[in-house]
């Protein structure tokens, strides 16, 4: 029998599949798309994720950044990453359609993983009220664990009835463009704050841009061409520029679960929930979450409901800064005449804004 079966190839499902492999158990990874596939994303893998990327000894190929820039009606405000010992000092803008294939083809070379493209887990098995493998693409697959990493709108959340059932109010829109000769990219995340809306600008290879678009549902502003040229900084750099590909979008932004483990099955990256993009770091914290699962089964292997908690509740404590930060961040762009004053504070204060920005790097403690 499969020590561990996965659900979802993205970088939570990925990079777990490495790390449990190495260590000797064997996997079955389920992926339903094929790879390359992209996923509507802001790209931006923050410095912790960069460093967990190191320690699975991947390189791919991005373009890097320093920090995040705020910007609103003529305000600039820099928030460079802080130093941190064994921490790069710069994030990496990367293709999700290059990612998310570097790790899905590391994990399909580790030794003991057998990973499936093409490969749709439609339900769970149970055997005692505990779930004991999945039935992939009509075939039960007996397994000693099963992780659910299949993303932010998780069906098998869902069909475990772990779904928390509040409706998100925020989506997104995704494109990427190709720059008009003479047009830098430029070394940071740029975002655009806007009245009910946000707008992400990251630097990528080959002289593209990644514009990615967060709104309230009740943004009225127009759709995702009519929100860019709002910000007229953010239109000049587009001067010129050629939409590459379709204009992508995510609805709701976030999902949330009841509990993260049942008996036999636990909860990974977006399915254990994510509350907003808003500080870009799912990604980064998906990669540090999947670590501390491998490192975990690795001391204990057991698909216990009491061991896996003890798992989940090392995971929360380990994000709960990020969730705060984000929380907070949430709050600020929801209510547009806080933002003015709260860019002032940043650019007064340049201190304060890279140890925000540390934090949400997944460098820094909050507090
Ligand atoms: C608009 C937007 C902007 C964002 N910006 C950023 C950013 O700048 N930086 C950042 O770090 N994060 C960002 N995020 C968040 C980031 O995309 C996620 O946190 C990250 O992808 C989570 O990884 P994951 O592996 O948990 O899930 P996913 O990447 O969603 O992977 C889940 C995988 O499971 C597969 N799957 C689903 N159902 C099944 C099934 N039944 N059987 C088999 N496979 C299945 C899917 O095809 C997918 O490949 C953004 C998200 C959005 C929506």
């Not at 009509?138 to 928390?164: F, I, K, M, N, Y």
């Not at 967060?214 to 127009?222: C, H, I, S, Y």
């Not at 049942?262 to 993009?277: I, K, Q, R, S």
Request: glycine residues 14%; contains cysteine.
């Amino acid at each position: 029998m499969t020590d561990v079966l996965i659900a979802g190839g993205g970088p939570a499902g990925s990079s777990l599949a490495i790390g449990l492999g190495r260590a000797g158990y064997s996997v079955e990874l389920h992926e339903k798309s094929s790879f390359p596939r992209d996923k509507p994303c802001g790209e931006g893998l923050m410095p912790a994720g960069v460093a967990a990327l190191d320690r699975l000894g991947l390189r791919v190929e991005g373009a890097e950044f320093l920090g995040i820039r705020y910007h609103h009606e003529g305000l600039t405000a820099e928030g460079w990453f802080p130093k941190v010992a064994g921490m790069p000092e710069h994030g990496l803008c990367v293709r999700r359609l290059v990612l998310d294939r570097a790790l899905f083809g590391a994990a399909a070379r580790t030794p003991g993983v057998r990973a499936f493209e093409g490969s749709v887990v439609e339900a769970l098995v149970f055997r005692s009220g505990a779930v004991c493998g999945a039935r992939v693409n009509r075939t039960d697959r007996p397994a000693r664990l099963v992780v659910a990493a299949d993303g932010v709108h998780s069906r098998l959340r869902r069909l475990l009835g772990l779904e928390q059932l509040k409706s998100g109010t925020r989506y997104g829109l995704v494109a990427h463009f190709g720059l008009a000769s003479g047009v830098h990219p430029g070394e940071f995340v740029d975002v655009y704050l806007g009245k009910r809306h946000e707008v992400y600008v990251g630097p990528l290879p080959g002289r593209e841009l990644l514009v990615a678009m967060l709104a309230w549902r009740d943004w009225e502003g127009g759709g995702f061409m009519r929100t860019v040229s709002m910000h007229p900084r953010l239109a000049g750099i587009l001067r010129g520029a050629k939409l590459l590909g379709e204009i992508k979008g995510v609805s709701p932004l976030s999902g949330e679960a009841r509990a993260r483990a049942v008996p036999g099955c636990v909860l990974l990256g977006d399915a254990a929930g994510f509350t907003d993009a808003v500080t870009g770091g799912g990604m980064t914290q998906a990669l540090l979450s999947a670590e501390l699962l491998a490192a975990h089964l690795q001391k204990r292997f057991s698909a216990d409901v009491e061991d896996l908690l003890v798992f989940d509740r090392a995971r929360q404590r380990m994000l709960a800064d990020y969730r705060r930060l984000t929380a907070i961040v949430l709050a600020a762009a929801a209510r547009p005449f806080v933002i003015p004053a709260m860019l002032r504070v940043l650019k007064a204060w340049p201190g304060l804004f890279s140890h925000a920005v540390g934090v949400s790097g997944g460098m820094r403690r909050l507090f």
